[in-house]
């Protein structure tokens, strides 16, 4: 499993060789798609915000296609994350929708050793969001926590 408990009531995650490849694997793919698509949209979002409503039609008219290339390129990484062996990262994967940001951060920052996942999401202002995450995790098998 990856994730282990250093004190009682802390969530620490450890990752696997095999989760650290396809966190790794995800994010070379990601990177460069991420930085195609905020270059097409940026010309837009200047525009729009000069000129309110015309620079707001420019915008999607760009933004859309440019959103729907970086989709298709982020669902096959986000497909891959699932797939891993490692049972923590192919939940996040499979599971985390909107916040799948802060997941990837949540597991980067788990690369050099153990993380108290719970100190980290206080540090950064996660509330109510990362106890439901945190409780479908442990609810999955994923992550374990000792008393």
Known sequence: MSTTVATAGTLTITLTPEGVASLEAYDAVKRPAREAYDAVK???REAYDTVERP???AYDAVERPAREAYD???RPAREALAASPDPL???VGANVGDR???ALDL???ALDGPLDADAYASRHGWCGEWLDLRAAA???GVVTVSA
């Open 100 to 102: 799948m940001g802060e």
């Open 55 to 57: 620079a707001r039609e």
């Open 89 to 91: 990262v192919a939940w």
């Open 138 to 140: 442990i609810a999955a």
């Open 72 to 74: 298709t390129v982020e």
């Open 42 to 44: 940026r010309p837009a």
């Open 107 to 109: 597991l980067r920052s």
